[in-house]
């Protein structure tokens, strides 16, 4: 398949897609940065196409820019879409916990405890970007319990600006610790069926990077649009 073909099935759109939100998200790109489709077609070794479709699917999400005329610029973090989507996130996981108390089977408790073996190995090591994809794994993983995956999608798409607020406080704050203890007792709360608990215990947990909010914004005031 030429390359012209290739970069039109659906695989090569979504990795140019994921690849660049990726980039956004982790601060590679960082917020104000301006960016085009032929440097970003360059970097992937693609052509502009899927590029340009990933801009603006991008856009769409609030993570792109993209001014006629001149240029397409990653937006800044903006933390009414913070709290936006925080706020959806806590009260969607604290149904869903609840859920998970009611419906959670032997092997299903295992794969969550699986998961937080692997957070404290790596909060041993410091591997913190790895701690973060367990992070995602670990709520991702009570959504699948209660076969609500689309659900889990659809908040995924909304929390990007969320998502950049907890990475960059990653950047100043590597002490995990805590996080990894609220999982930990979320679980304990899952394990022992016990819903208020574990509600309670995931309404605290998904204010945790908003306590910090002010203080990124003193640090990195180019980073955020207000």
């Given at each position: 398949?030429?390359?012209?073909?290739?970069?039109?099935?659906?695989s090569t759109r979504d990795?140019?897609?994921?690849?660049?939100?990726?980039?956004?998200?982790?601060?590679?790109?960082?917020?104000?940065?301006?960016?085009?489709?032929?440097?970003?077609?360059?970097?992937?070794?693609?052509?502009?196409?899927?590029?340009?479709?990933?801009?603006?699917?991008?856009?769409?999400?609030?993570?792109?820019?993209?001014?006629?005329?001149?240029?397409?610029?990653?937006?800044?973090?903006?933390?009414?879409?913070?709290?936006?989507?925080?706020?959806?996130?806590?009260?969607?996981?604290?149904?869903?916990?609840?859920?998970?108390?009611?419906?959670?089977?032997?092997?299903?408790?295992?794969?969550?405890?699986?998961?937080?073996?692997?957070?404290?190995?790596?909060?041993?090591?410091?591997?913190?970007?790895?701690?973060?994809?367990?992070?995602?794994?670990?709520?991702?993983?009570?959504?699948?319990?209660?076969?609500?995956?689309?659900?889990?999608?659809?908040?995924?798409?909304?929390?990007?600006?969320?998502?950049?607020?907890?990475?960059?406080?990653?950047?100043?704050?590597?002490?995990?610790?805590?996080?990894?203890?609220?999982?930990?007792?979320?679980?304990?709360?899952?394990?022992?069926?016990?819903?208020?608990?574990?509600?309670?215990?995931?309404?605290?947990?998904?204010?945790?990077?908003?306590?910090?909010?002010?203080?990124?914004?003193?640090?990195?005031?180019?980073?955020?649009?207000?």
């Amino acid at each position: 398949m030429s390359r012209s073909k290739a970069e039109m099935t659906g695989s090569t759109r979504d990795f140019v897609y994921q690849r660049i939100k990726e980039q956004i998200i982790n601060l590679e790109l960082t917020p104000g940065t301006k960016i085009s489709e032929q440097e970003m077609a360059g970097k992937l070794e693609v052509s502009r196409t899927p590029v340009r479709e990933a801009f603006f699917k991008l856009a769409q999400e609030d993570l792109l820019v993209i001014i006629p005329q001149s240029g397409t610029i990653v937006s800044k973090i903006d933390l009414d879409l913070v709290e936006e989507g925080r706020f959806l996130r806590e009260h969607i996981e604290k149904a869903i916990v609840r859920e998970v108390c009611k419906k959670a089977n032997q092997d299903q408790l295992l794969r969550i405890e699986t998961n937080l073996t692997m957070q404290e190995f790596c909060l041993k090591k410091g591997t913190h970007q790895r701690l973060f994809e367990l992070d995602e794994e670990f709520h991702e993983l009570l959504f699948d319990i209660c076969q609500k995956k689309r659900t889990w999608k659809i908040i995924r798409q909304m929390n990007s600006h969320l998502d950049r607020l907890r990475m960059l406080r990653l950047a100043i704050n590597q002490d995990w610790t805590i996080v990894v203890e609220h999982h930990q007792k979320i679980f304990e709360a899952i394990s022992s069926r016990n819903e208020e608990l574990a509600e309670e215990t995931m309404a605290t947990h998904m204010s945790l990077v908003i306590v910090e909010k002010d203080q990124l914004r003193e640090r990195y005031p180019e980073f955020f649009s207000h």
